[in-house]
């Protein structure tokens, strides 16, 4: 079992940055892999980055690829979603999602993939 609580959401305007942090308690967290999704309203859940256990590999939607990057800290239990260029598209609640199960590949991309969320952050970007 992990519990994760994310930070860093806001107001923000166009062009302007966020990072975002999630922190995790429970079991060990380089045994997780984590993703970041978010969700606008009256749009389904997306997917928005996802990095392995040990860090260094890396997945990243089109829509933020180049403006976004997902880093972890396994000795702080801790990944980071920072944005960059933002863009009124990207305003949404904004969660981190765990699994220990699997190998770190394209399915980290799905949330069905996940067991464990946050509760999310808001991220508004005023044009």
């Known amino acids: 079992q992990v519990q994760l609580v994310e930070s860093g959401g806001g107001l923000v305007q166009a062009g302007g940055s966020l990072k975002l942090s999630c922190t995790a308690s429970?079991?060990?967290?380089?045994?997780?892999?984590m993703g970041w999704f978010r969700q606008a309203p009256g749009a389904e859940r997306e997917f928005v980055a996802s990095i392995r256990r040990s860090g260094g590999s890396t997945y990243y939607a089109d829509s933020v690829k180049g403006r976004s990057t997902i880093s972890r800290d396994n000795v702080k239990s801790t990944v980071y979603l920072q944005m960059s260029s933002l863009k009124p598209e990207d305003t949404a609640v904004y969660y981190c999602a765990a699994t220990p199960r699997g190998l770190f590949n394209i399915g980290t991309t799905l949330a069905t993939t996940y067991d464990y969320w946050g509760e999310g952050t808001q991220v508004t970007v005023s044009a």
């Open positions: 429970g079991r060990t967290f380089s045994s997780y892999i």
